[in-house]
């Protein structure tokens, strides 16, 4: 069956209206919040967590050629200049394709990460991993925590997932499109803590607050399409 868009109102959306508002969303979104403060405290005050070297180094011990391959697009993605050239053509595609509202979202999504990104590192403040504990493929400057890639990208893909889901009629490509986008979040904080520039507290704080930033990207999507789109 070929991929069509999901009319406004189906479904597809009403589910989902149905959870934005209930209070296992809100109680989902309040732990989220929380243990992301908590673990920025934690790593303000302390450069290692547990698990952080046994983690990375379990990791990097896998020297297969493939998974080397597999990682490194993920490690050159979160680095401009490539970052602001594939989030920026993924959003002129949406916008291209009549879009707009959900292109501005991505937007939202790829510019408010970043800034989050750079507010939390400044924040936190804490050392990158150490030379003499792992292996380090780049010696970057700032702030460790959280992992800017996981954060960004995690929030990037998460929000075109949403789209996918809620936009797209429910078929085997609906699945697997959204499927492909939640395999590759996985594997960008995979890519980071292989890569040994992050500790995986600093992945997990990435993902805490990418989840906290797309939930906020889609509040603003939603709020867009009710108020300003379909009037």
């Not at 999901?6 to 508002?21: C, D, E, I, K």
């Not at 997990?204 to 379909?230: C, D, K, P």
Request: hydrophobic share 55%; charged share 10%; proline share 5%.
């Amino acid at each position: 069956m070929a991929t069509t868009m999901a009319a406004p109102g189906v479904a597809a959306n009403a589910g989902s209206t149905r959870f934005s508002r209930s209070p296992m969303r809100l109680g989902i979104l309040g732990a989220t919040a929380v243990a992301a403060v908590v673990l920025s405290v934690l790593a303000h005050f302390h450069p290692i967590l547990p698990g952080d070297v046994e983690v990375t180094q379990e990791v990097q011990r896998v020297h297969a050629a493939w998974f080397q391959a597999l990682l490194d697009p993920f490690n050159r993605l979160g680095f401009p200049p490539m970052v602001d050239v594939v989030y920026g053509a993924v959003t002129l595609l949406v916008f291209l394709r009549g879009r707009r509202w959900a292109a501005a979202s991505c937007a939202v999504a790829g510019l408010g990460a970043a800034a989050l990104n750079f507010l939390t590192k400044a924040v936190v403040a804490r050392p990158r991993p150490p030379a003499d504990l792992v292996l380090v493929q780049h010696m970057i400057a700032n702030s460790s925590f959280p992992a800017g890639h996981v954060l960004n990208y995690s929030t990037f893909a998460g929000f075109l997932a949403y789209l996918a889901w809620v936009r797209l009629a429910p078929s085997w490509r609906r699945t697997a499109l959204v499927t492909m986008l939640a395999l590759t979040i996985a594997l960008m904080g995979l890519a980071r803590i292989a890569s040994g520039e992050h500790w995986t507290s600093d992945v997990l704080g990435g993902y805490l607050f990418g989840s906290l930033w797309l939930a906020a990207t889609i509040h603003f999507y939603r709020w867009g399409e009710q108020r300003l789109v379909r009037q």
